[in-house]
């Protein structure tokens, strides 16, 4: 009994004070080594452990001072950059002329602390912390760290003050009419920015690290009650499964939890808009957020909530209905358009008016290459532009590419590499991939063109049927979080049509999704429906008042 007590004490005290890391050591095993590290007593030895572990960093401050006439010494520790140069000041200015009239005259670096953590910092928010793994968590969040000599535990001071990016419209989801916020790089912002929305007790946030070496804070919020349990069970789980180094960006996270990886079509929503996140909360799902990501992930998702706008819902149901349906078609056309034109040209040219058909043969004489390959290679040429305007300055970018396409078709068509059908075709596709809100579903869309363009090169208008059926298979077969991405076309679901190909009026719309939101299904409890106005005549008890004051 006595071996094993005096085998417990020398592991306790041999966690307390490890031996130095060496440079022999890789990342993993460093990492490991620092999880089992403790504060010690000792001011000095505390410090020169800090220095030693963030290899006396530049950026790593240390500012040590006396407290009272008893020779106490303390130090405050914190990341230049990140930190509220005034909340510091003021912590210390506390405990020089505070803490000494707290303590009165004990000399017990142990009294120190306590008051210091119980009576002259009770207006800001302390944790005590011993372990070393614990303090850099919170040190490279912002926070301080203050240390006493002849302690063995550390306080955290909330001193966060880091430089965040202005609020602002995100630039890729404008709308004409709508809010004007969107998300930033800043998880607390990001959070407290649908806490202003959402004011409700059942707005619940959880939040968790994932990244062993990035330490990446990861939130997910859902409204508790009307989220399935079991949706937030397979939330928390997928993230709390994800073991990596880092997370670069919320990206990473898209696919590390998605269902299935061999698809083009993204199987969760993102999006920058608080707006949006806030009108996919209030329908049962799920809103991840990550530090450092200005983007939001909406699970579950559908393809339809992807082809959906802020538009749609900010105007009157039948301009939103107009633009939503017109939207909806683009999309179908950027995907099949391409495809029925070689299909048309090389397979059923009896579906092409005499005239047409007799301008589009004249104009193709002398073009060396089959119809597929002219599309093929304008839609290659159309997608290094569209790449190349993205990447160039944006003062330069879109003339450039306006520019470059207007020259390159023209010179195209003169040297009679292209025909001028095709030049159409192929700029109507590209206008109108740019109409889906969602931009990874836009580049899904063209990335699905070439394999029509390759179905219709083969068997004509039946290879794109053949196409059409194995596209409608493999999205009914998708599945986001466990729900069906292609709902409410497949599997049908009559319930949820009335916000799928137009959108009815609100007071029309009463019922949240049926797979997600139905656990409490009723979204308007009470409404009438709009009757036109009984006229400007006034009624026959008006009419008598009116006769009864006039003389």
């Excluded at 329908?283 to 393809?303: H, K």
């Excluded at 137009?502 to 308007?524: A, F, H, I, Y």
Aim: net charge neutral.
């Amino acid at each position: 009994m006595l071996k094993g007590f005096m085998k417990k004490f020398k592991d306790k005290l041999k966690k307390r004070s490890p031996a130095p890391l060496n440079d022999k050591l890789n990342l993993t095993q460093r990492s490991i080594h620092i999880e089992d590290m403790q504060l010690a007593k000792s001011l000095h030895d505390n410090l020169d452990q800090l220095k030693s572990l963030l290899g006396n960093s530049y950026d790593l401050v240390i500012r040590r001072f006396s407290i009272g006439d008893h020779g106490m010494t303390a130090a405050i520790i914190y990341i230049s950059g990140l930190e509220d140069s005034k909340a510091i000041d003021k912590i210390i200015f506390d405990l020089t002329t505070l803490l000494p009239m707290a303590a009165g005259d004990s000399t017990s670096p142990q009294r120190f602390y306590q008051e210091a953590r119980n009576k002259v910092l009770r207006n800001e928010e302390v944790e005590p912390v011993q372990e070393l793994s614990d303090l850099f968590d919170r040190l490279f969040l912002g926070d301080s760290i203050l240390l006493f000599d002849g302690v063995g535990w550390g306080l955290i001071c909330e001193t966060k003050g880091w430089e965040v990016r202005n609020v602002e419209e995100p630039e890729s989801e404008r709308v004409i009419r709508g809010t004007r916020d969107g998300f930033v790089e800043s998880l607390p912002v990001n959070t407290s920015l649908i806490r202003r929305r959402l004011r409700s007790p059942n707005l619940w946030i959880e939040k968790m690290e994932i990244g062993t070496v990035s330490k990446t804070q990861v939130a997910f919020a859902y409204l508790k009650g009307l989220a399935q349990e079991g949706l937030i069970k397979e939330v928390r789980t997928r993230l709390e499964s994800i073991e990596i180094d880092g997370i670069i960006e919320s990206g990473v996270i898209e696919e590390l939890i998605e269902d299935t990886y061999l698809t083009p079509f993204p199987l969760l929503h993102r999006t920058e808009r608080t707006d949006i996140a806030f009108s996919e909360l209030l329908q049962g799902r799920v809103v991840i957020f990550t530090d450092g990501s200005s983007f939001a992930l909406l699970v579950p998702t559908r393809l339809e909530n992807m082809l959906q706008g802020p538009d749609d819902y900010f105007e009157k149901f039948p301009i939103g209905s107009f633009i939503r349906l017109g939207r909806m078609v683009s999309f179908i056309i950027a995907i099949f358009l391409p495809g029925i034109y070689v299909a048309a040209v090389n397979f059923h040219p009896e579906l092409i008016p005499g005239t047409l058909l007799l301008r589009i043969t004249a104009a193709r004489q002398g073009v060396p290459f089959p119809a597929a390959i002219e599309v093929v290679l304008m839609e290659i040429v159309f997608e290094l532009l569209r790449e190349g305007g993205l990447r160039l300055p944006g003062m330069i970018g879109p003339a450039i590419s306006i520019v470059g396409a207007l020259i390159l078709g023209d010179a195209a068509i003169r040297a009679g590499l292209v025909s001028p059908a095709v030049v159409i075709v192929v700029a109507a596709t590209g206008i109108a991939s740019f109409v889906a809100p969602a931009f990874s579903l836009g580049i899904a869309g063209r990335l699905i063109r070439f394999f029509m363009i390759l179905f219709a090169a083969t068997f004509g208008l039946f290879g794109l049927q053949l196409g059409f059926i194995l596209l409608s298979l493999h999205l009914m077969s998708l599945r986001s979080f466990g729900y069906p991405y292609f709902a409410p076309y497949g599997p049908l679901i009559l319930q949820d049509w009335k916000d799928t190909l137009v959108r009815l009026p609100w007071w029309l719309q009463k019922k949240r999704p049926k797979l997600e939101g139905g656990r409490d299904p009723d979204r308007l409890k009470r409404s009438r429906a709009q009757r036109p106005p009984r006229g400007l005549e006034d009624s026959e008890e008006d009419q008598g008042k009116n006769k009864g004051r006039v003389k």
